[in-house]
């Protein structure tokens, strides 16, 4: 068997806020594999960004054990964690996070910038990208000037740049109409079967339908797992 | 490659602070009118003082200068029936006094000044004749340009030889070196032009026997003896009379801290001779040397003050602008970090961005401080010197300023919290 891409022991992140602490993970274990794709569901603040943060070493746990790719991620400096998003990870969000005063192509480099390519060879390599999301003619616009789902397809090929391990995507629909939403999904799953592992947040069930596999959470737990029928 | 990724930061920091370039603009202003001003007021204060030292050490730093000037009203002179008679300056005693009684002055120097009309064959002119000594061509270091100075043989026998000046020269004979061996005819007496020395030029030495276009060095000893102590001016219809022993007499110290008493010495001697204390005025171009040196020095706190504080004010005006612009893309900040950039390389961005745009004001800044000097310059034909190390001084200095009010947002836009970059509106 090959090594998970992520894997997660027993995680516990707590908030506090007032007197009650919010337990927004609360115990959390699972194993992600390499090539999985996997819809992460349930109630409103029940955790679900919160573990997409810890996944994406944007935040660390309180406790407990995450490996990425076989890496432990305790005792990582911050530096060091910033290494693994560069590396390994690609995000995806619900508000597309474009750097509005940078190109498409910039935004698509942006990854390859700070992994310190050549000038040249990353532009190639954006457009490329672009070409792949279907942006090819949009190189020189501004993030302004293209539609929401234009705007995610910039959004997925700057994900797509560092050619990452594990791709976290936060309610990547949540902002189009369903017909965009539609468009962007096929686009995941054709990334999820050329090999890239998977992890999505959403609250439409439609959406969950189309990854191999759904995890449901409640109160910083997982309720339950399923797979695609 | 690691300078072409400086580059390219440079420029990503120019294309962001373009997109907003009022606010840029505006933000630079305080750092440009703070390096304008003090690029250019030091400027006019270097050109001026440059011009009053330069005057100062051509007098000569070892030297003192001692006048005795003609006094202004006539409340001092002697009234005759028809005439008046004037009499003032310094004695041939005085010359005397000073070498006998002053063992560190190496020279003495007596100056007499006698305007009379001369003919060069039948073109006729006033003539401005400086008796003097051999040794004053030396004490005020003017090179000759043909011929040779006055000499002790002339002052021995009271030769009727002439030194003219190169101005002089010009007017007579219409080349600066032109008219050696010529003669010109002054009162009844016939001099022989043996040598041309160099014009004093017209920015330096007020004090010092200034040069008029026919000034003509002659032997002291011929001056009283042709000519005497009494001068005849003739002007409309009154007639008045002067009678000047000594115009001046120039001294040289030996050693150069010993100046400064020896004029003491010589004023308070003066004093007891003259009694009346405007007869005499005892210059000392070392002690002026020290007065404007101090000058300047106080000039440069307090311009260096100046711009200290307007260069305080310019940075804080950035670092509040950075401030502003810190938060206003803290949404950037977030997704630069979950893409990978490390916290260094957000403080290098910000940082980046804060200097481009204070040295940018700096540049415009002396560009500003390099044209009103030239402008003034030109106008007004005021000396101004842009001293090199003043623009050097203020590029670094902008460029300080950049980092100074620049870490400061840019560490807070590094320690941002990620996930609440990212989720800020
Ligand atoms: N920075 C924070 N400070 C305090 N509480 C927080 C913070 N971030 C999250 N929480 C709390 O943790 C819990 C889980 O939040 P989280 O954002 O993970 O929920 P979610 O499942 O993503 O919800 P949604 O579906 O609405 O996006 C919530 O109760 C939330 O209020
Ligand atoms: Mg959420």
Redesign the interface.
């Known amino acids: 068997m090959s090594t998970p891409a992520a894997q997660l022991e027993n995680i516990h992140k707590t908030y506090h806020m007032g007197d009650e602490p919010i337990r927004a993970l609360n115990g959390f274990s699972t194993t992600f594999d390499a090539g999985s794709f996997w819809a992460i569901m349930g109630p409103s603040g029940c955790g679900k960004s919160t573990l997409l943060?810890v996944l994406?070493c944007?935040?660390r746990p309180d406790q407990g054990r995450y490996q990425i790719d076989g890496r432990d991620t305790a005792a990582l400096t911050?530096?060091a964690l910033?290494?693994?998003?560069?590396?390994y990870?690609g995000?995806i969000?619900q508000s597309f996070?474009?750097?509005?005063?940078l190109t498409v192509a910039e935004n698509i480099e942006?990854?390859l910038y700070?992994?310190?390519w050549h000038?040249e060879r990353a532009r190639k390599r954006a457009t490329e990208l672009a070409q792949e999301v279907g942006l090819a003619g949009r190189l020189q616009h501004r993030p302004y000037q293209l539609s929401g789902g234009q705007q995610q397809r910039v959004a997925i090929a700057?994900a797509l740049a560092?050619d990452p391990v594990l791709l976290l995507a936060d309610e990547p629909t949540g902002n189009l109409d369903s017909a965009t939403g539609v468009e962007i999904m096929e686009m995941i799953c054709a990334l999820n079967q050329s090999g890239k592992t998977v992890i999505m947040v959403t609250h439409e069930p439609e959406v969950a339908a189309q990854a191999k596999h759904r995890l449901v959470m409640r109160d910083g737990r997982i309720e339950r797992t399923e797979a695609r029928a | 490659m690691k300078n072409n990724?400086l580059l390219?930061n440079i420029r990503l920091g120019i294309?962001?602070l373009l997109?907003h370039k009022l606010r840029s603009l505006l933000t630079m202003l305080g750092v440009v009118f703070g390096v304008g001003s003090v690029i250019a007021m030091l400027a006019v204060g270097e050109g001026a003082s440059r011009e009053a030292l330069e005057q100062i050490r051509r007098l000569g730093s070892h030297n003192i200068i001692i006048d005795g000037p003609r006094p202004d009203g006539d409340e001092d002179g002697q009234r005759g029936e028809r005439s008046r008679l004037l009499i003032y300056g310094l004695h041939y005693a005085d010359l005397d006094r000073l070498l006998e009684g002053f063992p560190d002055i190496a020279r003495a120097v007596p100056v007499k000044l006698i305007q009379r009309e001369g003919r060069i064959g039948a073109q006729a002119m006033q003539l401005r004749m400086v008796g003097t000594t051999p040794d004053w061509f030396e004490l005020v270091e003017r090179p000759m340009l043909d011929g040779r100075p006055l000499s002790g043989l002339d002052l021995e026998r009271k030769a009727n030889v002439a030194v003219l000046t190169e101005h002089a020269a010009r007017r007579l004979f219409a080349a600066a070196r032109a008219g050696l061996g010529s003669q010109i005819r002054i009162g009844g007496t016939s001099f022989t032009i043996v040598g041309i020395v160099q014009s004093e030029s017209a920015a330096a030495g007020g004090m010092q026997t200034p040069d008029r276009n026919t000034d003509l060095y002659i032997p002291i000893t011929t001056a009283q003896e042709r000519f005497g102590d009494l001068q005849e001016h003739r002007s409309g219809g009154s007639r008045s009379r002067e009678q000047v022993q000594l115009n001046q007499i120039i001294v040289e110290i030996g050693a150069l801290e010993a100046v400064e008493p020896n004029a003491v010495a010589i004023a308070s001697m003066l004093a007891r001779v003259h009694r009346r204390p405007s007869a005499y005025r005892v210059n000392v171009p070392l002690a002026l040397l020290r007065q404007a040196e101090a000058t300047r020095r106080n000039f440069n706190i307090v311009l260096g003050a100046i711009a200290g504080i307007s260069l305080l004010v310019g940075g804080i005006g950035i670092m509040n602008i950075m401030l502003a612009s810190v938060t206003e893309r803290t949404?950037?900040i977030?997704?630069?970090?979950?893409?990978?950039?490390?916290?260094?390389?957000i403080v290098y961005q910000f940082l980046i961005e804060t200097i481009v745009l204070s040295t940018t004001g700096g540049i415009i800044g002396v560009a500003i401080g390099m044209l009103i000097p030239w402008v003034i310059s030109r106008t007004v034909a005021m000396p101004t010197y842009v001293t090199p190390i003043s623009v050097v001084l203020a590029l670094g200095v902008s460029m300080m300023v950049g980092i100074i009010f620049g870490i400061y947002p840019a560490i807070r836009a590094a320690r941002l919290d990620?996930?609440e970059a990212?989720r800020h509106e």
């Not at chain 1, 910033?82 to 590396?87: A, F, Q």
Request: charged share 30%.
């Open positions: 943060n994406g944007l935040d911050d530096d910033s290494e693994i998003r560069l590396k990870l995000f969000f996070n474009l750097i509005a005063q942006l990854p700070y992994l310190g000038p700057r560092n | 990724r390219r294309k962001t997109l949404r950037e977030g997704v630069r970090r979950a893409i990978g950039a490390k916290q260094r390389q990620p996930i990212l």
